[in-house]
């Protein structure tokens, strides 16, 4: 008798155990391009220029009883794009760059979060890029090319995800408009809002949350936020609001993406990019502040597709300097139209652009140029900017060569140092915190990390 009892209070422990270990809750945050130095990097920018933060500048993550790294290669290169990096984040299976939610011989690869819909949880998605851009898609999409945006688009609105956010709808060789996108949605009985506050008053339907100006591709820069602008914070709130009110017992599953990050990354342009990174840690507070009211059931997981830029710190000698990079007040996309519009105004005076690299960059007033280097500037601006008007083409912007030169210099003196305008293949970041967190020591690679995430929620990824 004795021992029965022993065995049942024995099972009755087991069971208590693993349904309290089973997430109910769960986070996925992906930095597009977010590399450990990005992450190493924002502190550091953050200790020396937000003097004003808490706990200097700490991010909200870094301190996560997991901290780890894991390879991301994908199946055709060592050095992976986001659709092949996606695809393994999404489903566990490596494939070939440019193939979006497939594995490497074009055979759809269930996601998890369509293991999660089919179990009942409520499904979200966010990024502050297009909604129908690569690392968003592999978690609903199927195809050969990332490229086929009307086609990812579609598969959003057959799907399962209940609330998906992005800044925009890609419609390149779509033959659709963002507006017939936007009505296709409508049709499907999606409620599309372009005001994240309005997703408060949204009940029963799924929602389709996007960016004020359908044109515009992504989100501001952090940067460049006016007051009212939207942020990848703000969609991640009202995701976390929606999803939380949809919920069952069977709880919910939301993917956030900081896409943007990539974008200044492939740009070069450091103080752009620990914003976008100081954005992603706001927004994983948000999930931090929901798991200190659901502990138990809760699981957050941050990571990365890949590293972008090669981005050093320090180069050269044993110094850093990034108090150096303290008066940069807007992204280099943002110098750029500065640029432009003085072009426009025909001001092409070279003591207006000290001006203005002065306001935007602290160039000459806060940060010493030697000789050289205004020698240096002073001829991009009269062969490159008055005469030829020429250009830096990153993968995603087009900037005005002598802002990316200008960047460039400060970036230099601040002793920070990009070896790539494209994807390197260093081991991407992991952290984790939460249910289950430990069994994430056994991640290795990232197509382990879905499955990590599949054991700890009960739900069924191969
Ligand atoms: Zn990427």
């Given at each position: 008798m004795k021992k029965l009892l022993t065995f049942v209070t024995l099972l009755l422990f087991v069971v208590?155990?693993?349904?309290?270990?089973?997430?109910?809750?769960?986070?996925?945050?992906?930095?597009?391009?977010?590399?450990?130095?990005?992450?190493?990097?924002?502190?550091?920018?953050?200790?020396?220029?937000?003097?004003?933060?808490?706990?200097?500048?700490k991010l909200s993550f870094t301190r996560f009883p997991i901290r780890s790294y894991v390879t991301n290669h994908s199946a055709s290169s060592l050095v992976t794009d986001s659709s092949a990096a996606a695809t393994a984040l999404a489903s566990g299976v490596k494939s070939v760059n440019g193939y979006m939610g497939v594995d490497a011989e074009v055979v759809p690869a269930v996601t998890i979060a369509e293991l999660a819909s089919e179990r009942g949880m409520k499904v979200g998605v966010a990024t502050n890029v297009a909604v129908n851009h690569a690392t968003p898609s592999a978690f609903f999409a199927h195809d050969k090319s990332r490229s086929s945006y009307g086609k990812l688009f579609e598969q959003l609105l057959a799907s399962k995800v209940d609330f998906a956010a992005g800044a925009s709808i890609l419609t390149k060789r779509?033959?659709?408009?963002?507006?017939?996108?936007?009505?296709?949605?409508?049709?499907?009985?999606?409620?599309?809002?372009?005001?994240?506050?309005?997703?408060?008053?949204?009940?029963?339907?799924?929602?389709?949350?996007?960016?004020?100006?359908?044109?515009?591709?992504?989100?501001?820069?952090?940067?460049?936020?006016?007051?009212g602008d939207h942020s990848i914070v703000d969609y991640t709130a009202v995701a976390i609001d929606y999803l939380e009110r949809k919920a069952t017992s069977k709880g919910f599953f939301l993917m956030v993406e900081a896409g943007h990050l990539d974008y200044c990354a492939h740009d070069n342009d450091a103080v752009t990019t620990f914003e976008e990174v100081n954005d992603l840690s706001r927004s994983v507070q948000l999930a931090l502040d929901f798991y200190a009211k659901h502990p138990k059931q809760t699981l957050i997981v941050i990571t990365a597709?890949?590293?972008?830029?090669?981005?050093?710190?320090?180069?050269?000698?044993?110094?850093?300097?990034?108090?150096?990079?303290?008066?940069?007040?807007?992204?280099?996309?943002?110098?750029?139209?500065?640029?432009?519009?003085?072009?426009?105004?025909?001001?092409?005076?070279?003591?207006?652009m000290k001006k203005l690299l002065t306001t935007e960059l602290g160039l000459w007033d806060k940060v010493e140029l030697s000789a050289e280097d205004e020698e240096l500037l002073k001829e991009c601006f009269e062969q490159d900017f008055v005469r030829d008007a020429e250009e830096v083409v990153s993968l995603y912007n087009h900037n005005e060569k002598l802002a990316s030169l200008a960047v460039g210099v400060l970036n230099r003196y601040a002793k920070i140092k990009w070896i790539s305008l494209d994807h390197t293949g260093m081991q991407v970041p992991l952290y984790v915190k939460g249910v289950g967190a430990e069994l994430f020591r056994e991640c290795y690679d990232n197509t382990d990390i879905p499955k990590v995430i599949a054991k700890i929620a009960s739900l069924p990824l191969k």
């Open positions: 208590a155990t693993s349904a309290a270990q089973q997430a109910k809750y769960i986070f996925y945050f992906i930095g597009d391009g977010l590399g450990i130095n990005h992450i190493h990097g924002t502190e550091l920018y953050n200790a020396a220029v937000h003097t004003d933060m808490a706990d200097n500048g779509s033959g659709k408009s963002a507006q017939q996108c936007v009505d296709m949605a409508k049709e499907a009985g999606v409620e599309v809002v372009q005001d994240p506050k309005a997703v408060y008053d949204i009940k029963d339907k799924r929602v389709l949350l996007l960016g004020p100006n359908l044109k515009k591709q992504t989100l501001e820069y952090a940067v460049d936020c006016k007051p597709d890949h590293e972008t830029g090669g981005l050093s710190l320090g180069s050269n000698d044993y110094f850093m300097y990034p108090e150096k990079l303290a008066w940069q007040q807007c992204s280099m996309v943002a110098l750029t139209a500065k640029m432009r519009a003085m072009r426009n105004s025909g001001d092409l005076e070279w003591e207006s």
